[in-house]
């Protein structure tokens, strides 16, 4: 099987758990803010399921580590291919510079 086929195949799968893992962690700080504005309308005392928003905030640090850690496995995975020979395109669907997302759709290739 061509090593650039399989380099994209993975890079697709890389993309996907960042994206869920970004997901997931907008999703949990959603969580978060609706349970505190919850006890908060209810009326509740400010330690009432305390442990419950103790907990989700552990969850929210795990996954911006989870986060971080991706991020490390992406350069690692990058680094790899460059010793593989595969080059990478510097087209996608952010600019690397800025961090946005292009507004092209068509600009959404990988190598």
Same mark, same amino acid.
């Given at each position: ?5 399989? @380099?994209?195949?993975? *890079?697709? &799968? /890389?993309?996907?758990?960042? $994206? +869920?893992?970004?997901? =997931?962690?907008?999703?949990?700080? #959603? ?17 009432? @399921?305390?442990?419950? *928003?103790? &907990? /989700?905030?552990?969850?929210? $640090? +795990?996954?911006?580590? =989870?986060?971080?850690?991706?991020? #490390? ?39």
């Amino acid at each position: 099987m061509d090593k650039a086929f399989i @380099a994209k195949r993975t *890079q697709e &799968k /890389l993309v996907a758990t960042e $994206a +869920a893992i970004d997901a =997931a962690l907008i999703e949990t700080t #959603q969580l978060l803010a609706d349970l505190l504005q919850a006890r908060s309308d209810l009326g509740a005392p400010v330690a009432f @399921a305390d442990d419950v *928003q103790v &907990k /989700l905030t552990e969850a929210v $640090a +795990a996954l911006s580590s =989870a986060r971080t850690t991706m991020g #490390q496995v992406h350069s690692g995975l990058e680094e790899a291919a460059l010793r593989l020979g595969i080059r990478p395109r510097m087209i996608g669907p952010y600019d690397k510079n800025n961090f946005r997302l292009q507004e092209d759709n068509d600009q959404r290739i990988v190598a």
